[in-house]
């Protein structure tokens, strides 16, 4: 079972400026010039790159939310919210040749803030005749706020002029499904206009996608319902937008949550791997860098606080999620 991260950032797409591009630079020269790591007489470039540590060589990126999971089904493709990462999924495609058989794209979303459907009018898929797009979801108006958002004067191609078959799967708060042999259930979360976590689960493996949903002084009672619904899970995907003292000070009921909150529920939910997600869209690479190690600090202090309840660190692992990235379980 493979995710692939399309878009990580929240709210807004961020930007990757020159004066980022100048620091990597530096960073970059500075490795390549020293005796021990430089590069080696008849070494490839290419070779050479796979030597330099990730973080040198990786952004965190810039598309707003957009993930995709391998459905395992030939010809169907799974994805959850339509952010500015869909655009670049559908570049993807396109090169690699799936424009030339006609397939069906299952989009689950969470919700309809601007960050989550924005790069629907560039998905190239949905231009396509013979394409099948089916978007599930919980929110009863998602199609009026998808023919909205391509009406002039706000964007020029008419969402009727769309070439595939455009389907609304609209579900009920408490229903549970199954698609591409996944058994799928979703949660209600406190959000602005409320949104819907995901949970797939397919072959004895679990994924969680869980964005834009703000934890509050609930989420420390016993039965608090995402313990459930993160319970073992062998990813999750967090909301982490903003640091505690940001989410409990300054934006209290933006309805986000923050890296720490993101470690409790994972150690209760003996959660595997913690994808820290929809990232604040001013952080650049270094600030979110440090973001994780704090977090990760923070995940081994709480570990030791709590050592009486579980042996193994929960989460296992942590990590940023930043677009391109994928990871297979
Ligand atoms: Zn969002
Ligand atoms: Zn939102």
Redesign the pocket.
């Known amino acids: 079972m493979k995710v692939k991260f399309w878009g990580t950032r929240?709210?807004l797409p961020s930007t990757f400026t020159s004066e980022h591009l100048q620091k990597y630079l530096k960073q970059n020269i500075a490795y390549a010039s020293d005796p021990k790591t430089r590069i080696k007489e008849g070494q490839s470039i290419d070779d050479y790159l796979q030597t330099i540590p990730y973080d040198l060589t990786h952004t965190c990126g810039v598309n707003t939310s957009c993930i995709e999971i391998e459905s395992g089904t030939p010809d169907e493709f799974m994805i959850c919210d339509a952010g500015t990462g869909l655009r670049d999924l559908g570049i993807a495609y396109a090169k690699a040749g799936v424009f030339a058989r006609p397939c069906t794209y299952h989009l689950f979303l969470?919700?309809l803030?601007w960050?989550?459907i924005q790069g629907f009018p560039f998905f190239a898929p949905a231009y396509i005749p013979g394409n099948k797009i089916i978007v599930h979801g919980y929110h009863p108006n998602i199609e009026e706020y998808f023919t909205n958002q391509m009406t002039p004067p706000c964007f020029p191609v008419p969402f009727k002029a769309l070439g595939a078959e455009i389907l609304f799967d609209i579900k009920m708060p408490w229903e549970n499904f199954e698609c591409c042999g996944f058994s799928m259930k979703a949660i209600q979360q406190n959000?602005?206009?409320i949104?819907f976590g995901y949970r797939f689960e397919k072959e004895g493996k679990s994924i969680v996608y869980s964005?834009?949903c703000e934890h509050t002084e609930n989420a420390h009672e016993d039965g608090y319902p995402f313990i459930e619904f993160f319970r073992d899970a062998d990813i999750l995907i967090f909301d982490a937008m903003y640091s505690l003292a940001t989410a409990s000070v300054t934006k209290v009921n933006w309805?986000?949550s923050n890296n720490f909150m993101g470690v409790k529920l994972a150690a209760k939910s003996h959660v595997k791997h913690l994808f820290l997600f929809h990232h604040e869209p001013s952080s650049d690479d270094e600030a979110l860098r440090q973001f994780l190690l704090n977090t990760i600090t923070y995940a081994d202090f709480y570990h030791t606080q709590n050592k009486s309840k579980t042996k193994k660190r929960y989460p296992l692992k942590i990590s940023l999620a930043h677009d391109g990235q994928e990871v297979e379980i």
């Open positions: 929240g709210s969470t919700h803030h960050d989550h959000h602005p206009g949104s964005t834009d309805g986000h």
